[in-house]
């Protein structure tokens, strides 16, 4: 039996490649201390997909045909440690990929021989093998969505010639973030220099599950933290969290916040109860509400000084941190849009006399951020765009200011997820 390590990363590649779904986020929570060599198997998995299969095919009796998913994925598991993770033995990543092939649901028991001969064949000279991937074109990991993303995030801001310096960037696991909610800094992570309450995890530092575990602190990627950095001195009594779920940017407009009152949304019953436990665990009041939020909207009476709609969308923005996504069907934009335009103008009929609206997708398609703000100008021209980000956060045409009421960091020069957000106030 494989260990449940390579248990894990078969069926999370099953998942995505099968059913076409995303990776869950506690996906390897059990895995304890070999969560570690889970994470990079899956990740050099999932980014080098396409070069993996380009180099089997060749070595197959019927190139054309191909083969299950089972035997892609476990060969696809034995050739990444052979290849790229030198403390595994040879023993271990071919054995070990063997018996994947060998189990029933997750293999394809016919082409145990074939994975065995293919994987013996390449640990004879495992760095040949890793030249060998290596030299494949960089493209065959990234298919059309992943082309689509990458274009639309240089778009704005650099030439075309940047696409193979952002995808290399992006095919690096991120640096993780976090926030720090009370107390000191603890051992392991610094302060991010740009960001007040930004906190880096220290060159070769363990995960702090336990300052984590103590509500001291948060996961929260560095476009996050600076989206709701915004510069804003109006008064602030009525909050509406409208997409509110886990509940890290409802746990910072709280803590911002302290004095006013504040309702989250979210329509996912699952979802809610983790919403829920975020700010209960955080010590945090909220009236949360289980809702459709266009719908809440559009039959509430209630207005806000403040509304956050960070918005259901593709997630073209977070493929560095899913490299499952350039893998999923992506099919559904019109829709989102669609959804994103309703919660758009729901939230705007809500706002109060001087009140802020920030809607917010970690997306670089402009399709969901910079037309819905063109889309919601045309709409309400009533409501004025409020500069509430450094300029620096805009692109380069996106005003003169110090400061701009479009959000959309670099993508090469910002560390940080592909966000687009505007501000937009009531006078
Ligand atoms: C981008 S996530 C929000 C992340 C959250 N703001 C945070 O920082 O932790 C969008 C959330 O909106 C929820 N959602 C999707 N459609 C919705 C709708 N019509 N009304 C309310 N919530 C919705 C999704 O279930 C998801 O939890």
Redo the contacts with the bound molecule.
Sequence with gaps: MPTPARLHVAHALHEVFGEKGRVPDIWDRELGEDAHLAQALLGLCLRRWGRLQAWVKPKLKDPDRGVPLGTQVALAVGLVQLAWLPGVSDHAAVNEAVELAATRDLGFVPHKGLVNAILRRAAKDRAALAAELDALPASLDRPAAAERALRAALAPHCAESDQETLWARLQQPPRLSFRLLEGEVPEGLEPDADLPGCLRLAEGAPFPRPWLESGAGMV?DRS?QALLAYAWERPVTRIL????????????LALRHPGATLTA????PR?VAR?RQ?LQQRGLTAQVIQ??????LETNEATFDLI?L????S?SGTLQKHPEWPWLVHDDLPRLTG?QR??LSAAASRLAPGGLLIY???SWLPEEGEAQRDWLAAARPDLNPAEVWPASFGGPTDGEGDHTAFFRPHPLRWEGEGFQAFAVARP
């Excluded at 779920?245 to 409802?250: I, N, S, V, Y």
């Excluded at 949304?265 to 996912?268: A, G, K």
Aim: glycine share 8%; hydrophobic share 40%; aromatic share 2%.
């Design positions: 929260q996050s969290d409208a997409c509110a779920a886990p509940g890290g940017k409802t746990t910072t949304l979210e329509v996912h979802r919403l975020t809702a459709d939020a266009a719908e809440w956050l960070d918005a259901p969308c997630g959804i309703r919660l917010a997708v970690c």
